[in-house]
């Protein structure tokens, strides 16, 4: 676990959410995916005890901290534990939030601003839920309810099992009326590139080593904050840079349109550019660690809720180059690559 007291998704509810649950990693070992979860399931910290520092700076609990472009401030202290409720850097941005989106409600309830950003765009560690079908985010909500979405892995995915074993209908009902209007932007950058900063975890996010090494990309994508010191400060604005292998926007680009072999095309069910149609989520500009993540989920039969077994056929199907190509492609349908 990290020394540094947790951040967002960064933090706090995270860290006790892990330690009530305990969970463990599954053995699936075999799957060509499986790769996927070194970069794509986050962690409180890195697993290497060696690891060199990453960049953001340490504060005090009592120092008043700011991010760029915000007209607010507030001590660092009180950024994280279980019921800081969620920094609004930015209240501009949205309507006046519902009580279980702002702060915590009932006990064991977090707020989901806390962990899905006040305006709903999510960091890579959770999701996106601005603009999402309200019907596809209750049966997500009852899917982890019923132990059919993370039953043991990522471990980052059990404090939303917590979550929604503890919040009840009307919080649902409040919540998901505020993110299913809300406008969707995507946050995040899309850039091809056959090296990438060195990073390790830093309380469920990938950072940059402060010695600012790079290596290969291999078959990764590394999405890491544009503003280090903003992220762990819980700013919403400054967004992220998911590094992608050189090409993989253009093949991602046919799987998506064209399909191969028995791989139907993603646009088949999700739509047009990847706008989301009836059961189908919307994809286009979504975080590809969220998508990469999501893909070897349904493959390892981690996500079996009855509406997932078209994914499941799907995922199963797909090489780990595929599953890094249709996720850097659907992200870089945000209008974000570079
Ligand atoms: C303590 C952190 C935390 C809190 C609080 C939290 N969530 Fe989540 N939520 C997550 C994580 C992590 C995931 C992604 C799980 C994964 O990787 O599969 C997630 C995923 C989701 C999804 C699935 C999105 C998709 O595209 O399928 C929905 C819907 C959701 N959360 C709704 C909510 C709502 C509504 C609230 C408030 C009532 C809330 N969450 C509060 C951490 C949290
Ligand atoms: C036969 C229809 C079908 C095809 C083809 C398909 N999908 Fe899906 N996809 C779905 C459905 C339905 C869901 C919702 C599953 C659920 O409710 O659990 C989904 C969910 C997803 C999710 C989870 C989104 C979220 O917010 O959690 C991702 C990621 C995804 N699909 C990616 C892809 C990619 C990439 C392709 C192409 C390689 C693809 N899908 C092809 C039907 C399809």
């Known amino acids: 676990m990290s020394p540094r ?38 962690q409180a910290s890195s697993p290497d005890p060696s690891a060199p520092d990453t960049k953001p700076a340490s504060h005090r609990p009592d120092e008043i901290v700011r ?15 279980p019921h800081s409720g969620a920094a609004d850097w930015f209240p501009h941005d949205h309507p006046p939030l519902p009580a ?9 309830a977090e707020s989901c601003g806390g962990c899905h950003v006040p305006d709903g ?12 079908p309200r019907d596809y985010m209750l049966e997500q909500i ?9 039953r043991s892995e990522p471990a980052s995915a059990q404090m939303m099992v917590k979550e929604a074993g503890a919040i009840g209908d009307r919080d649902v009902a409040q919540a998901l009326d505020y993110f299913s209007r809300r406008p969707f932007k995507s946050n995040v950058r899309v850039v091809e590139s056959a090296t990438v900063p060195a990073t390790h975890w830093q309380v469920y996010v990938l950072q940059p080593d402060a010695d600012g090494h790079r290596e290969p990309i291999g078959q990764r994508i590394i999405e890491i904050p544009v503003r280090p010191d903003d992220y762990d400060k819980e700013d919403t604005h400054s967004g992220f840079t998911a ?36 059961t189908a989520p919307p994809l286009a500009g979504r975080s590809p660690t969220y998508i ?13 809720s009855p509406n997932a077994a078209a994914m499941q056929h799907e995922a ?4 780990l180059q595929d599953a890094v190509s249709a996720a850097a492609y659907a992200a870089a349908l945000g209008g974000n690559r570079h």
């Open 100 to 108: 279980i989106v702002a702060h915590g409600t009932v006990p064991g």
């Open 67 to 81: 991010v760029s472009d915000s007209p607010r401030s507030y001590r660092y202290g009180e950024l994280f534990g």
């Open 142 to 150: 009852a899917a982890f309810r019923h132990g059919e979405r993370g």
């Open 316 to 319: 199963k199907q797909l090489t």
């Open 292 to 304: 990469a993540r999501q893909l070897l989920l349904f493959a390892s039969g981690q996500r079996d």
């Open 5 to 42: 007291p947790p951040a967002m998704p960064r933090l706090g509810a995270l860290l006790l959410a892990l330690m009530a649950c305990g969970a463990g990693m599954a053995s699936t070992a075999d799957q060509p995916l499986r790769p996927i979860a070194a970069w794509a399931y986050p």
């Open 121 to 132: 765009t999510g960091v890579p560690a959770t999701a996106a839920l601005a603009g999402l």
């Open 243 to 278: 590094y992608v292998p050189p090409g993989s926007i253009e093949r991602g680009a046919v799987l998506a349109t064209v399909g191969s072999g028995t791989l139907l095309p993603c646009e088949s069910c999700h739509g047009d550019r990847l706008q989301g149609r009836g």
